[in-house]
């Protein structure tokens, strides 16, 4: 069975400050995809990144980078120098085989920018 | 944006009636996956559809029923609410096939039942 555990449940830094967020997961396959998304008060879930599990390169894009650990089931994402416009709740999803099938979510992260 | 669409935005119903909610999938996308989405809470796999078939089911009753139309737009329906189908639910569509892609998700449908 799948299961991915978001333990940060709140978050609050202040404007400019790095912040991290953890995801753990488990699964028995040994093809699998990782994957965050963002929920701005909206509602919509935005993707933001997609990594399958033969890839352990980290990943940066702008100011979020991603950090993939196969040793310890880990798949963590930084926002550096953060912003207001970063306040959302982030999830972090997991999905075996061809990563387009039954997506397995943490219960999620909220995270506060404080200006 | 995904151009994923859903309607309607907002529902209220009331327990013991039917509802159906709606989802357009993205332009060029032939798969959609249903999810519904507590309060505080991640979203859950209800169920997925590809070619006009379920292609894989969460823990969902067999009350929660959807369908996919040869334009790939799809519908899911929950017979019998009970309180605690009051949620979001939430429409992705994905591309299966040759390059398989992400899931993206459209806004959702508020669903309150009463």
């Known amino acids: 069975a799948q299961k991915v555990t978001q333990a940060q449940t709140e978050i609050s830094v202040v404007e400019k400050e790095d912040v991290t967020l953890d995801c753990v997961y488990e699964?028995?396959?040994?093809?699998?995809?990782l994957f965050w998304y963002k929920q701005p008060p909206s509602g919509e879930l935005v993707f933001l990144i997609r990594?399958?599990?033969?890839?352990?390169q980290n990943e940066i894009s702008g100011r979020y980078s991603w950090n993939f650990q196969k040793s310890t089931s880990s798949f963590n994402f930084t926002i550096t120098a953060s912003q207001v416009v970063d306040s959302a709740v982030y999830f972090c999803a997991l999905s075996e085989s061809f990563g387009n099938e039954k997506l397995t979510f943490g219960t999620g992260t909220r995270l506060t920018i404080i200006p | 944006e995904t151009g994923v669409t859903q309607s309607p935005t907002h529902l209220i119903k009331t327990r013991g009636q039917q509802v159906t909610l709606r989802c357009s999938s993205q332009?060029?996308?032939?798969?959609v996956s249903w999810y519904q989405q507590a309060l505080g809470q991640g979203p859950q796999f209800i169920f997925q559809y590809y070619r006009e078939e379920e292609n894989g089911r969460g823990n969902f009753p067999p009350r929660f029923s959807g369908l996919q139309f040869p334009n790939y737009s799809s519908e899911l329906n929950v017979n019998a609410l009970e309180l605690d189908d009051s949620a979001l639910y939430l429409c992705?569509?994905?591309?299966?096939?040759?390059?398989?892609?992400?899931?993206?998700f459209g806004p959702g449908t508020r669903l309150t039942v009463l």
């Open positions: 332009s060029g996308h032939n798969t």
């Open positions: 992705a569509s994905s591309w299966t096939g040759v390059g398989t892609d992400t899931q993206y």
């Open positions: 990594r399958n599990s033969f890839d352990e």
């Open positions: 699964t028995r396959d040994t093809t699998y995809y």
